[in-house]
């Protein structure tokens, strides 16, 4: 009997305790998620998104979903870049919860963008000067 995504993640966070279970599911969101967005701007995309692709729509789903609070919930997480959610899809593909193709690395994820530019900056009170 496969086990279900919960017992997955429950046995990954055993071997690999860097991050809580909820950023396991959340991610899985923002992937499906991702994967809507894309489809409907380009219905002859495919279903498999890029590392990059991922984190710029789990950027958008992680801002719509906790706002100001993005970067707090991550952190508490342990996630602190964009790299962590790469460490994240690859623990899922070592347990066979998500699919690569061959030229998929872990190196996609990378530095893509910074947790501070998106998601403390947007949010702190502009300063007016003059």
């Known amino acids: 009997m496969t086990p279900s995504f919960r017992e997955t993640v429950e046995d990954i966070c055993r071997r690999d305790n860097r991050y809580q279970p909820e950023a396991y599911g959340f991610l899985v969101e923002a992937l499906d998620a991702t994967v809507k967005a894309v489809l409907k701007e380009d219905a002859q995309h495919g279903r498999h998104i890029t590392g990059q692709e991922l984190m ?73 000067f003059g």
């Open 56 to 128: 710029e729509g789990l950027r958008a789903h992680a801002l719509a979903e906790f706002g100001p609070m993005t970067h707090a919930v991550f952190s508490e997480w342990g996630v602190r870049a964009t790299l962590d959610f790469g460490e994240i899809v690859f623990n899922l593909i070592a347990a066979g919860r998500l699919g690569k193709t061959d030229t998929d690395s872990i190196e996609d994820f990378r530095d893509v963008f910074s947790f501070e530019e998106a998601f403390r900056e947007p949010f702190e009170p502009k300063r007016k």
